[in-house]
């Protein structure tokens, strides 16, 4: 697999319930991040975790680290319609370098009404 | 909030000819960055920018591309002969610590 792979692919839930995507990934990193982009658009930073930390909330979002088993996972709580977008997670290797981040394909949300 | 802000946001060109994409990072950033997303498929990272010369760039960033911070604000990047497989959104992001890029809203390219 490849270097910040999401699953599933695509996920459809009703408003209201919460949404899970994971992230594996196969090298040791410094942080990974979750982004979200509607479609056609620019890609929306969410939330950066960093390789020393397990957990991280903002707002709805809540987003695990495993580096032992080299996955990252984010829920969001009471999705609404407007959470309807692509998820991606993308993995920074190198501490305080200006390197780029490898992103996954993505999950495809879609919150129905 | 302070963004990134690109332009043009769509570009079409004939395969062959040059393009240039322009981007004006957030003014206090200090690293700068290309990425491009062909339809359907994930955001590739092209190159970074840092203290005026390229800090890294992957395999797609061949001898086509240049990049360049002209003055104090823009960020340019080059395609000297443009190719149909060149079509793609390009990002341009910019980051003040090196670990949260904030992403531009893209420049659609399409070559004919």
């Known amino acids: 697999s490849q270097q910040g792979e999401e699953d599933p692919q695509a996920l459809s839930i009703q408003e209201g319930e919460n949404a899970t995507m994971n992230c594996s990934y196969k090298?040791?990193?410094?942080?990974l991040q979750w982004y979200r982009q509607n479609s056609g658009r620019g890609l929306v930073h969410l939330i950066l975790?960093?390789?020393?930390?397990r957990e991280k909330h903002s707002g709805r979002l809540r987003v695990t680290l495993d580096t032992s088993k080299k996955s990252s996972s984010l829920l969001i709580t009471a999705s609404r319609a407007a959470d309807t977008a692509s998820y991606f997670c993308?993995?920074?290797?190198?501490?305080?370098?200006?390197?780029?981040?490898?992103f996954g394909k993505g999950t495809h949300l879609i919150i129905q009404p | 909030e302070p963004e990134v802000t690109q332009t043009p946001s769509h570009q079409v060109t004939q395969m062959g000819q040059e393009v240039i994409l322009r981007c004006v990072p957030i003014?206090?950033?200090?690293?700068f960055y290309w990425y491009r997303q062909i339809l359907g498929q994930k955001v590739e990272f092209l190159v970074s920018f840092y203290n005026n010369e390229i800090s890294e760039k992957s395999e797609i960033f061949d001898d086509q591309f240049s990049v360049e911070r002209p003055d104090g604000s823009n960020f340019t990047l080059k395609i000297r002969s443009t190719k149909l497989e060149d079509s793609a959104m390009y990002f341009c992001n910019s980051a003040s610590d090196g670990e949260t890029q904030y992403f531009g809203p893209g420049t659609r390219l399409l070559v004919l």
């Open positions: 975790i960093r390789s020393n930390e």
């Open positions: 003014s206090n950033h200090l690293y």
């Open positions: 993308a993995t920074d290797l190198r501490r305080g370098g200006a390197d780029g981040l490898t």
């Open positions: 090298t040791s990193i410094n942080n």
